[in-house]
């Protein structure tokens, strides 16, 4: 195989109450990437279609992950890259990962699969380090894996991949405003209470055990952030006004997608999570904000080839 086009898919990171540690792969969204091998060295992105990003190898985040790929491969030539976003950047919904883990993961395809999974996220985390400043793993992982991920560990790194419960959808809004990951996390504190630390990883633990045993009821209980929320909703307009709305409308819970401004909201069957998008909606149409809404299905399968 010469060239690949592959799907890959928008992701929700932190999933309220697991900063940095627990992601999920969507299905309705992603962006499209060709990736085809050439004879010389190194990495070239030939085009970008759909977002203004540079296409300068060495400060595209597609193009870094791949140079972390061909370091450590004894593959002689170099690849081409063209780049096809859906997902904008800076929206929360994992723009940057979809570009990095798309370009190693095919990668691999044309190599022969030499790398393994886990092996795909550690590269696709130098793209995260370059658009963010922190290489963090939340996002790639479940572009990766597909469904939910858990990062357990990042010394050593160590995922897992965890069950997605059938009639789980996300419905996802988009405030057309961008908020930078790098800014956002630079507004955390560094420091956390013993008694939020407590709340928040009897959350962490909940969720988990709500998609293993798909009690939707747990899952919605534990879809609190008592640490990272409190601070970033304060750059999102209309926060608290979605969340009570989303939740009034039947959803199980809501919460901040990623570094936002995009807002996340989880349901069980795809008629609720229709309605939640809806009450959603009629927040920003009251405000003045202009948006853009995702109805989604959990992806289980995470990148794959299209045709
Ligand atoms: N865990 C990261 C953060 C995800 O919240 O900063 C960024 O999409």
Request: net charge neutral; proline share 4%.
């Amino acid at each position: 195989m010469e060239e690949i086009r592959v799907f890959c898919p928008a992701t929700i990171a932190n999933i309220s109450c697991g900063f940095d540690v627990l992601g999920v792969a969507l299905d309705a969204v992603g962006d499209e990437m060709v990736v085809r091998k050439i004879p010389e060295k190194g990495i070239i992105i030939t085009k970008i279609e759909g977002q203004e990003l540079p296409l300068v190898t060495e400060k595209n985040v597609a193009g870094v992950a791949g140079l972390a790929l061909l370091k450590q491969s004894n593959y002689e030539g170099g690849f081409e890259i063209e780049i096809y976003k859906k997902i904008k950047a800076g929206s929360g919904i994992g723009s940057s990962a979809a570009s990095s883990t798309g370009a190693v993961w095919a990668m691999n395809e044309l190599l022969g699969k030499p790398f393994t999974t886990l092996d795909l996220v550690k590269f696709s985390m130098e793209g995260e380090r370059l658009a963010s400043g922190v290489a963090h793993a939340d996002n790639v992982a479940p572009a990766l894996f597909g469904g939910f991920t858990l990062v357990r560990s990042y010394s050593p790194l160590d995922v897992i991949a965890m069950p997605s419960p059938q009639a789980l959808y996300a419905t996802v809004i988009h405030p057309q405003i961008e908020v930078k990951t790098a800014d956002s996390r630079k507004v955390l504190k560094t420091n956390i209470t013993l008694a939020d630390g407590i709340k928040q990883w009897g959350n962490v633990g909940g969720l988990v055990a709500g998609l293993y045993t798909s009690d939707y009821d747990l899952i919605g209980r534990s879809l609190i952030d008592h640490i990272v929320e409190p601070i970033r909703s304060i750059l999102i307009p209309g926060f608290n006004d979605v969340k009570k709305s989303a939740e009034k409308a039947g959803a199980l819970g809501c919460g901040i997608s990623g570094s936002g401004p995009s807002i996340f909201s989880f349901s069980k069957g795809e008629e609720t999570a229709q309605k939640v998008a809806l009450s959603m909606k009629k927040v920003y149409q009251t405000i003045g904000i202009e948006y853009d809404v995702h109805v989604s299905k959990i992806n289980t399968e995470g990148i794959k080839k299209v045709s």
